[in-house]
């Protein structure tokens, strides 16, 4: 990542979870909330590594992107 | 059944014996009214249906024995005929001591002791071998000959269906010849069930009209109510099975069935019904130019799952269901993949609208792809990442805020708050497994944030709140002496 760049946009995950949740979100909490996220996404692209890998495909495709995203959300329910 | 009277006196029993007697015949009655109406689908032959019947007419059975309220455990077990028999023995026993020696000739005992076992045994005496040892030495013996001999009578009726109303055994053998099914017209038979209690005489005429008034009644109500319906009415038809003698339930059934083709047609309805409320909840917010039908689609969303993933997806999901080819979760998969298909058609117009009718951004597709081009070369593949597969994380990405803000809300709001606080988050993590003993939140943060980040998320640390907190406030402490250091 750049050194001047953001990493994400807070406003826009404080935007989206309230939106979802129907809640206030507190000041910095957002902050876990992109660490969860970004633990999702690190297994999420994970497991659809090791799929695509299986099916032989050199970068990650979408099919095994859709293949992993349910098994990966199961994992990340609270 | 002696039990029949609630509340009478072992003398008054006798009399009460009568009275199931009385009580049982409508319910014969009713099955073999059962049988006309049933009869015209003959579907109930099948042995599934018998068993679902054989349930019903248990619990029916269960209902309509009057004892039970008087007795307080294993009620269903002592409804047999045997029971029946025995207390009215124990009845009979103080006042004729002849008859009962000459009926076993263990009774004696029973003649000798009948003060005693029968204050003690009416309730135990039904509670087979476990109560038995409990009482005393002299008269557990006595009665456990008299139940090791018997069980095996019952279980044979009970198989038969002729737990209950042993009195009824010959008019149900009849009722077999026929069709099992008629005896399975429990469904109606519930309904009936007080008025049996109430008036023997009238059930006849009073049986029939009540399933007709329901279906009626079904057919009348509204259309949401549908889908339960259906079911419902499927497993009366299959109750009902048989040849029907009557014509007088052909009314119900076409309602039924009218019911039924209704079904599809109704959807549409209430799926328009829906989009209005959206676009009036959009229009009230009135706030972006998004595109109303998008607005639409993210609120089926939010209903289908629940009710009719079938329906609308279909021909969207099939596409993607295709591809799909995991057995195990079938279920949730087809479902996901419904959403994404109606998602990516209309994803990329701006914003969304959560269930809660709030408008919502994604997340932009820059930061998501750098995220997932990083996560992808520590995943050990090329950093590409196509459209698609961009397309696809987004769509997860998606789902998985979805759900992390319906986690949230559900923590805060259990904890009697209306705001998101950092406690939840720990709370959820920890419950992701993303947590435990040796991985604190903090930890996690240091290894994947950035340190204006990590900042943030220490600033919140002196209040503690949970046990994990407080090793990340510990973290807090080690990762200031590691930022130090380095």
């Known amino acids: ?78 | 059944m002696a039990n029949t009277n609630p509340g009478t006196s072992r003398t008054g029993r006798l009399a009460p014996l009568n009275t199931p007697r009385a009580t049982t015949p409508p319910n014969r009655q009713t099955p073999s009214g059962r049988p006309s109406v049933s009869a015209r689908r003959n579907n109930v032959a099948t042995p599934h249906a018998r068993a679902a019947i054989r349930a019903m007419d248990q619990r029916r059975a269960a209902l309509f024995t009057p004892g039970r309220t008087r007795r307080r455990s294993l009620r269903e077990q002592r409804e047999t005929p045997r029971d029946i028999l025995r207390n009215l023995s124990r009845v009979l026993a103080p006042t004729s001591q002849v008859l009962s020696s000459s009926s076993s000739p263990e009774t004696p005992a029973d003649a000798s002791l009948p003060s005693f076992i029968e204050e003690e045994d009416e309730e135990d005496d039904d509670d087979f071998p476990i109560e038995r040892p409990r009482f005393s030495l002299p008269l557990g013996p006595e009665e456990d000959d008299d139940e090791d001999l018997k069980p095996p009578r019952l279980s044979g009726f009970e198989e038969d269906n002729y737990t209950m109303q042993s009195i009824e055994l010959p008019r149900r053998a009849l009722m077999d010849n026929t069709t099992r099914s008629s005896l399975g017209s429990m469904r109606h038979s519930d309904y009936m069930g007080p008025d049996i209690q109430s008036d023997d005489v009238g059930i006849d005429s009073g049986f029939f009209p009540p399933p007709a008034l329901d279906d009626s009644a079904e057919v009348v109500m509204d259309e949401p109510a549908m889908i339960e319906r259906l079911d419902a009415d499927e497993a009366r038809r299959q109750t009902l099975g048989g040849d029907s003698v009557f014509g007088a339930i052909d009314i119900p059934d076409a309602g039924n069935e009218t019911t039924f083709l209704m079904a599809p047609v109704e959807s549409p309805v209430r799926e328009q019904t829906e989009e209005q409320i959206a676009t009036g909840g959009l229009e009230g917010l009135g706030s972006d130019d998004g595109p109303v039908y998008d607005m639409d689609d993210d609120d089926d969303h939010v209903n289908e799952p629940m009710n009719v993933p079938d329906f609308d997806t279909e021909d969207e999901a099939d596409n993607v269901v295709e591809n799909n080819i995991s057995t195990i979760e079938e279920a949730t998969l087809s479902r996901i993949t419904s959403l994404a298909s109606n998602r990516v058609v209309k994803r990329k117009k701006g914003k969304r609208i959560s269930r809660h009718g709030i408008e919502y951004p994604s997340l932009p597709p820059s930061v998501v792809k750098r995220l997932a081009t990083t996560c992808a070369k520590t995943a050990g593949s090329k950093g590409k990442i196509s459209p698609d597969t961009l397309d696809a994380i987004m769509q997860a990405s998606d789902w998985f805020f979805e759900q992390l803000g319906d986690d949230l809300s559900a923590y805060a709001k259990h904890a009697g708050r209306k705001t998101i606080d950092e406690s939840d988050m720990v709370t959820l993590m920890r419950r992701q497994r993303q947590t435990n003993a040796s991985t604190t939140p903090f930890a996690l943060a240091q290894r994947y944030l950035p340190r204006e980040l990590l900042q943030e998320l220490r600033m919140p640390v002196p209040v503690p709140s949970k046990a994990p907190r407080k090793k990340t406030r510990r973290e807090d402490v080690e990762g200031e002496e590691q930022e130090e250091v380095t």
């Open chain 1, 1 to 78: 990542m750049a050194p001047g760049q953001k990493m994400y946009p807070r406003a826009t995950v404080k935007k989206i979870v309230k939106a979802h949740s129907k809640c206030n979100v507190s000041k910095n909490v957002d902050v876990m909330i992109f660490l969860d996220y970004v633990l999702f996404m690190q297994t999420l692209i994970k497991e659809a590594a090791i799929d695509s890998k299986q099916a032989g495909e050199r970068n990650v495709s979408a099919k095994s992107i859709r293949k992993a995203t349910p098994d990966t959300l199961a994992k990340f329910k609270g």
